[in-house]
């Protein structure tokens, strides 16, 4: 399986992932790993009924707000480069990423809680809506 993941991702693309996201080399190549594992029409994206298959999202009572992460407004699938960036928001961010300029855009994963909480997609965070967030928080913190 792995052989055949680092054989269909061209080196140039892994570089631009690289660059965009600020995972390694070898977490892009395990990732579209899992990436065409998951994709069982095997046509290079994933749809809501790939992801509502892993058993980790299937139980978790945020699975169905990170199942939708992946999809923009009105989308279906989603494609290896997509997905990529959406991961991207759930990596922690690395000191180097905190001390850089303040004028810069935020890291992608400092949005983790607007894509988590923000179900209204208004940048606004309900109580309704974060109550739920804040309560799975100990759960995950102490399993």
Wanted: hydrophobic share 30%.
């Amino acid at each position: 399986m792995g052989s055949r993941a680092s054989t269909l991702l061209r080196e140039e693309e892994i570089e631009e992932i690289k660059k965009e996201t600020g995972f390694s080399h070898s977490q892009i190549t395990r990732l579209y790993s899992r990436f065409t594992s998951l994709d069982k029409g095997e046509n290079g994206t994933l749809s809501r009924e790939d992801f509502q298959r892993i058993p980790e999202l299937a139980i978790n009572p945020l699975g169905d707000r990170i199942i939708n992460a992946f999809f923009p407004e009105g989308e279906d699938q989603v494609n290896f480069r997509g997905f990529m960036r959406t991961l991207a928001h759930f990596r922690p961010i690395e000191d180097n990423e905190k001390n850089k300029d303040p004028t810069a855009s935020e890291p992608l994963n400092s949005r983790t809680n607007k894509l988590l909480c923000d179900d209204s997609g208004r940048s606004l965070v309900l109580r309704k809506t974060f109550l739920p967030c804040l309560l799975y928080v100990p759960h995950v913190c102490l399993t």
